[in-house]
């Protein structure tokens, strides 16, 4: 099977891949593999106008990824409290960087709509955490259950929970 990553280059993600008998696509060829990106002038996604050209350059090597993708792994973002676990060099290796967030978003979306089975994961934020992920990573890549996923909101973060009306006026009293 062919799997994709958001974001590409996820490295903690990308082994595992291989490891269960799959193949990592990769628009930017940070795997070992040399993955071939034939942009297809003819294949076409709607973009504003108003779509900064960056968006627009991740997404047009993404896209030609997408007809040869049978699943998807999706990191979701960094929250924003988050503490580095270690220097800048290894967390972009083992995450990767989102890059630009709209781009993030934009692709998550692409991705979401497609009849694939796609997992998406929340940023670890601890080693427990990490070893989770890893778990979670290897036990969708044995039969693609989604459900192994995290119970993430539309921005690829964990949901909140949620405050009652009458401490609400409290906080805000």
């Known amino acids: 099977m062919n799997v994709i990553v958001i974001p590409d280059g996820a490295m903690i993600i990308v082994p595992l891949i291989e490891k269960n008998g ?51 792994i999706v990191l979701g973002q960094r929250p924003a409290d988050y503490e580095p676990m270690y220097d800048v060099l290894n967390e972009l290796i083992l995450f990767c960087g989102n890059g630009c967030n709209n781009a993030h978003s934009l692709a998550v979306k692409i991705v ?35 459900s192994v996923g995290d119970d993430l909101d539309c921005d690829l973060v964990n949901k909140r929970e949620k405050v009652s009306l009458d401490e609400f006026k409290k906080i805000i009293g």
Not at 113 to 126: F, G, H, M, S
């Open 112 to 146: 979401s709509n497609l009849n694939i089975p796609v997992l998406k994961l929340a940023y670890p934020t601890t080693r427990d955490e990490i070893i989770d992920l890893i778990t979670k990573v290897n036990l969708f890549l044995k039969d693609f259950d989604s």
């Open 22 to 72: 799959h193949t990592y696509l990769s628009p930017t060829n940070f795997s070992k593999y040399n993955n071939e990106v034939d942009l297809d002038p003819d294949f076409k996604v709607n973009l504003s106008s108003e779509t900064p050209s960056g968006v627009r350059g991740i997404i047009s090597l993404l896209i030609p990824l997408l007809e040869k993708a049978d699943a998807a």
